[in-house]
């Protein structure tokens, strides 16, 4: 059964980090690119972050780049999501989800987490 | 970087309706249109890719049709458990965007 499960979510002051975790077991989480997605209260989704199986390759929405860094050791099934200098519009359940290729380009989002909500507020 | 519009934003129907959701792109992304089913404090689930292919498990009332830039969801016959935010999201090109949804309610 697949099983994935965010975690490292919680209250932190603007300017704030955090470090979110998403255990992963039941697939072959090695083969597969991993993400992030968000979702802020009362609105919709929005794609955050994607690392390549081996981590060579990270991709970041543009809100987000050079404050957060996504990683993972395959070794413990594990994806984390580095997040710095925090902004009450990082406000969100933020989910850890796997993308399935059909080709060599298209993609969805076949696997996903409970999400954990991150608050950020003074 | 490429938008997706969806219309309706919300829409009331009753069960056995036919609902149709449609989302457009701001340039082409060929089939590469994704359609998602989210329920309350759930995490959405995809019910097609490849703008027409359908997900394994989910039932066939559900279609996908277009390519381009126009893509359409379409529900033939509305059941209960169906109402749910519905989004579209674009595959075609980073950032993969999702459009902003379409709320399905009880009419």
């Known amino acids: 059964e697949v099983q994935v499960v965010e975690s490292g979510g919680g209250l932190v002051q603007p300017g704030g980090s955090l470090r979110l975790s998403c255990a992963a077991s039941g697939f072959s989480f090695s083969s597969y690119w991993m993400s992030w997605v968000r979702q802020a209260p009362g609105k919709g989704l929005e794609w955050v972050a994607s690392?390549?199986?081996?981590?060579?390759?990270?991709y970041y929405v543009d809100s987000v780049k050079g404050r957060f860094t996504i990683s993972r050791d395959n070794a413990k099934n594990s994806l984390y999501l580095q997040m710095n200098s925090l902004r009450a519009e990082d406000t969100a359940v933020y989910y850890c989800?796997?993308?399935?290729?059909?080709?060599?380009?298209?993609?969805?989002?076949?696997?996903w987490g409970q999400g954990t909500l991150v608050t950020v507020s003074s | 970087d490429i938008q997706m519009t969806q219309s309706p934003s919300s829409l009331s129907a009753s069960v056995g309706d036919r609902v149709t959701i449609t989302c457009r792109a701001s340039?082409?992304?060929?089939?590469?249109l994704n359609w998602y089913q989210q329920k309350p404090g759930k995490a959405p689930k995809v019910l097609i890719y490849?703008?027409?292919s359908l997900q394994s498990g989910v039932p066939s009332r559900f279609s996908g049709s277009g390519s381009g830039t126009d893509f359409t969801l379409t529900i033939t016959s509305l059941q209960p458990e169906d109402f749910a935010t519905y989004y579209c999201q674009q595959s075609y090109s980073s950032p993969r965007a999702f459009g902003q949804g379409t709320k399905v309610e009880i009419k």
């Open positions: 340039q082409s992304i060929s089939s590469y």
């Open positions: 490849g703008a027409s």
């Open positions: 989800a796997s993308p399935k290729y059909y080709d060599s380009r298209g993609y969805y989002f076949d696997y």
């Open positions: 690392v390549k199986q081996d981590g060579s390759e990270k």
